[in-house]
């Protein structure tokens, strides 16, 4: 009796070892805040996942067209006239969709993502549990942005792919051109985190979902345009001058795809005229204002690609310390009043 009655006890030896195998099956999954914040924004998180995934394989598909063509004028040393009939059209409009994926991140997941929640209530029923404000904030900030930079980099790094066989080539998108410079690198991320984090901020202020979307959407437009105004004051401009005046083949000659920043009219003294300054109604009256003025050759300030890299690497870097102060913001506004 006293062994059946032992067998059948809730302290019986079985009963550990179901507990046992259960928790590396549970150890695979979310738990906690993680799996809340995944179980209120998977519609959201999978789309994005879902819109990575197809614009990858898109991309992937391209890139194996092009290459079928540059092979035919023998890539990597392309002959004379491969320009003639490449198609530039898929590169061309893949990267102008791209370059609205930080907008429409900040737009349709950074803005809802407390407003939503403030404007229905959830926020209240969140701040009446056991977990802190800071931790239910810092766990949709921190796993949001996790699947931001994943999708974002993963997409950045195929599109890198996709052009880099004719990334020095001036026919197709140019290095310095928001089309190249901001779809590449470290760049896709860090604007992406910028609007959203953005986003989360007014959403957290205006409490409601549709008018912080649309201010979001301005927040955003406006990074964009700031941006595109101050990428290229991130290099380091390199001189290169001539001697041999100002006619035909008298420019100097830059590195293919340079940058070009600006250019002067050098006179014999070592003295620089504006390229505008001897612009003048005639051709004969422009010459007559050239000798008198002494010039010799050209002055020209220029970027080369090769610090592509540093210049992405360095604005992305700017660009994470504005998100983490505006971050910090979020944090501590919504520890101190949140609801």
């Known amino acids: 009796m006293s062994t059946m009655t ?3 006890s809730p302290s019986s030896a079985p009963a550990p070892a179901d507990s046992a195998s259960a928790e590396p099956g549970r150890g695979l999954r979310l738990s906690g805040m993680n799996w809340l914040v995944w179980r209120q924004h998977r519609a959201a998180y999978w789309t994005l996942v879902a819109a990575a995934t197809v614009t990858i394989a898109v991309i992937v598909y391209e890139r194996q067209q092009m290459m079928t063509y540059l092979d035919g004028y023998g890539w ?3 002959k004379s006239g491969w320009e003639g009939q490449f198609n530039q059209g898929p590169l061309t409009m893949a990267a102008l969709v791209l370059g609205f ?3 429409l991140i900040g737009v349709f997941l950074g803005a809802p993502l407390l407003a939503g929640d403030l404007e229905s209530g959830t926020a209240k029923l969140v701040n009446s549990q056991s977990a802190s404000r800071v931790r239910w904030l810092a766990t949709k900030l921190g796993v949001t942005a996790l699947v931001v930079v994943v999708c974002t980099t993963a997409v950045s790094v195929a599109f890198a792919w996709w052009w880099s066989p004719i990334k020095t080539s001036s026919y197709t998108i140019n290095w310095d051109d928001g089309s190249a410079f901001d779809n590449t690198g470290p760049m896709p991320a860090a604007l ?7 986003g989360v901020a007014i959403g957290m202020l205006l409490r409601r979902t549709l008018m912080s979307m649309v201010v979001t959407f301005g927040f955003a437009v406006v990074v964009q345009l700031v941006w ?11 001189t290169i001058t001539s001697h041999k005046g100002v006619g035909d083949n008298s420019f100097p000659a830059m590195p293919d795809s340079a940058h070009l920043v600006d250019q002067s009219y050098l006179t014999s003294s070592g003295d620089l005229i504006g390229f505008g300054s001897c612009h003048e109604a005639t051709a004969k009256a422009s010459t007559a204002c050239l000798d008198k003025a002494h010039v010799v050759g050209w002055e020209v300030e220029y970027i080369p690609i090769s610090q592509m890299s540093s210049m992405q690497w360095l604005g992305a870097s700017i660009l994470l310390a504005l998100t983490a102060g505006i971050a910090a913001f979020i944090i501590l506004r919504g520890r101190r009043r949140l609801v």
């Open 6 to 8: 032992g067998t059948g």
């Open 76 to 78: 990597p040393h392309l």
């Open 101 to 103: 994926v930080p907008i």
């Open 192 to 198: 992406s985190l910028l609007t959203l984090a953005g």
């Open 228 to 238: 595109s105004h101050v990428r290229m004051s991130f290099g380091d401009a390199l």
